[in-house]
Nanobody
């Protein structure tokens, strides 16, 4: 069974920084992409940033230049460095993994970590 364990959320003032980490464990044949999504109260879950196996990254427009996603491939860990945080970044942040287990596709979500940015 594959598990994603997130860490690093918390309360920060506007303009501050936080670093989220997501560690994948369990039986994984290959990882195609790992990323971060977020869901604010009353809103749908949205993509924040994703990194694929080639190393290419993709960011939501509203975090470009402020957030950086980076992998630690040796440990199946992905980090999200969040700088210049704004109150509108307040949300539960979820880690997501897409890959394969044998020949079967695999998609796993973490339990979420709360990020609160105060004004």
């Amino acid at each position: 069974q594959v598990q994603l364990v997130e860490s690093g959320g918390g309360l920060v003032q506007a303009g501050g920084s936080l670093r989220l980490s997501c560690a994948a464990s369990g039986s994984i044949s290959s990882i195609n992409a790992m990323g971060w999504y977020r869901q604010a109260p009353g809103k749908q879950r949205e993509l924040v940033a994703v990194i694929v196996s080639s190393g290419s990254t993709n960011y939501a427009d509203h975090v470009k230049g402020r957030f950086t996603i980076s992998p630690d491939t040796a440990k199946n860990v992905v980090h999200l460095q969040m700088n210049t945080l704004k109150p509108e970044d307040t949300a539960v942040y979820y880690c997501n993994l897409k890959g394969t287990l044998g020949r079967a596709p695999l998609e796993v979500w973490g339990q979420g970590t709360l990020v609160t940015v105060s004004s």
